[in-house]
């Protein structure tokens, strides 16, 4: 990278930015940078062993598949083979606009396409429920409208901005009890908390450095 460039980390396709960084700070809302950074580091690092049977749809292809037509989303999610999949994850984003970017929560939609359900993981007592339910209306059609909705056991947020770190951390706890089921013997209650909250953001900050020093040799 540049001398004096703002980019932290290029992984794959995610761009970190050092004001991205900041948002792993305590009290700081995450923004689609790192949502799908963390998205992307499951999909080729951490859960590349279910790489077969789980695909991981990050905040900017979920907004733009949320606010589209059934045909329209048809055409994008055939060269994704997400229905050659077990389980699908979506970072859902309550922004409802065609023609502005942001929001303000996010939660987390699984599609599990054998049992032909979506199951919605909201730390703020289903308050993107609306979100949601437009990404199961385009996906019902898909399965001949044979396709339910339903609410995940959550964990609930103690604030207004920890929302897409419990996205990140419930995503990483479904997909352990998947690739190590005898390992994962604790409830998502036990493993998803305010504590271990807080530590992921750490964690994803020591993630970003180490990859960032791999890239860069230094």
Request: with cysteine; aromatic share 8%; hydrophobic share 40%.
């Amino acid at each position: 990278m540049a001398a004096g460039s703002d980019v932290v980390l290029s992984f794959y396709d995610s761009l970190i930015r050092k004001s991205d960084l900041k948002l792993l700070n305590k009290g700081q809302w995450l923004n689609d940078n790192i949502l799908g950074f963390a998205f992307e580091y499951f999909e080729k690092k951490q859960f590349a062993d279910l790489s077969s049977d789980v695909s991981f749809v990050g905040p900017q292809v979920t907004q733009c598949f949320k606010l589209l037509s059934a045909d329209e989303a048809k055409v994008l999610i055939e060269p994704l083979c997400l229905m050659d999949k077990r389980l699908v994850f979506f970072a859902v984003n309550d922004n409802m606009s065609r023609d502005n970017t942001g929001g303000s929560h996010w939660s987390l939609l699984v599609l599990s396409v054998l049992d032909k359900v979506c199951q919605h993981y909201d730390s703020m007592n289903q308050g993107n429920e609306d979100s949601a339910v437009e990404i199961f209306r385009i996906l019902k059609p898909m399965f001949g409208g044979d396709l339910r909705f339903e609410h995940g056991e959550c964990p609930q947020q103690k604030n207004s901005h920890d929302c897409g770190v419990y996205v990140i951390c419930v995503t990483e706890y479904i997909c352990s009890q998947r690739l190590n089921p005898s390992k994962t013997p604790v409830t998502i209650n036990e493993a998803v908390n305010s504590q271990t909250v807080s530590s992921k953001r750490d964690e994803l900050k020591e993630i970003v450095h180490n990859l960032a020093t791999v890239v860069t040799g230094e």
